[in-house]
Antibody
Framework: EVQLVESGGGLVQPGESLRLSCGAS????????MTWVRQAPGKGLEWVAN????????YYVDSVKGRFTISRDNAKNSVYLQMNSLRVEDTAVYYC???????WGQGTLVTVSS | QAGLTQPPSVSKGLRQTATLTCTGN????????ATWLQQHQGHPPKLLSH???NRPSGISERFSASRSGNTASLTITGLQPEDEADYYC???????????FGGGTKVTVL
């Protein structure tokens, strides 16, 4: 059974940092691009970033460029999202996604508020 | 990054057919095709179709996707109460090097 389990969300103040983690199991993690997608409360889905199988290519939505960094550790079947300089508008449920949007975690809530 | 255009809502009767549209441009939908997701309230999205009409195993044949030019479509035949959900399209935009989402369509089964 495929599982993606996110962790690391929480309540932070504007300007602070968080690191999200996502552990994968049930599929060959190292064979797939991995993606982070977020959803603000009551809003639609927004692609945040993705990373190639070997980590050699990374892409970001414009609004997080220079603030967020995606990375992965294939030995640990894990993907990460380092989020710096957080803004109120980054408040959302962050989903870890694998295999061309076929595998989804349950999401972790990030709340940025003073 | 500009998103894809979806109608905010579609309402159809039980067992009827609903067709959802997703309009982009030649850099995204027109080039790479569209992926479709279904999201029920309070749950993560579920993949319905990848790049036009590649359905994952377990997805009902009542869901079919297609594309004409820069517009992708998702057709749901024989609407059932469990089809009430939000439906999102997305596509890779080669000029932006980014995935772009549509705003989502809320389907109501009357």
């Amino acid at each position: 059974e495929v599982q993606l389990v996110e962790s690391g969300g929480g309540l932070v103040q504007p300007g602070e940092s968080l690191r999200l983690s996502c552990g994968a199991s049930g599929f060959t993690f190292s064979s797939y691009w991995m993606t982070w997608v977020r959803q603000a409360p009551g809003k639609g889905l927004e692609w945040v970033a993705n990373i190639k199988q070997d980590g050699s290519e990374k892409y970001y939505v414009d609004s997080v460029k220079g603030r967020f960094t995606i990375s992965r550790d294939n030995a640990k079947n894990s993907v990460y999202l380092q989020m710096n300089s957080l803004r109120v508008e980054d408040t959302a449920v962050y989903y870890c996604v694998g295999s061309a949007f076929e595998y989804w975690g349950q999401g972790t809530l990030v709340t940025v508020s003073s | 990054q500009a998103g894809l255009t979806q109608p905010p809502s579609v309402s159809k009767g039980l067992r009827q057919t609903a067709t959802l549209t997703c309009t982009g441009n030649s850099n995204n939908v027109g080039n790479q095709g569209a992926t479709w997701l279904q999201q029920h309230q309070g749950h993560p999205p579920k993949l319905l179709s990848h790049r036009n009409d590649n359905r994952p195993s377990g997805i009902s044949e009542r869901f079919s996707a297609s594309r004409s030019g820069n517009t992708a479509s998702l057709t749901i035949t024989g609407l059932q109460p469990e089809d009430e959900a939000d439906y999102y399209c997305l596509a890779w935009d080669g000029s932006l090097s980014a995935w772009v989402f549509g705003g989502g369509t809320k389907v109501t089964v009357l």
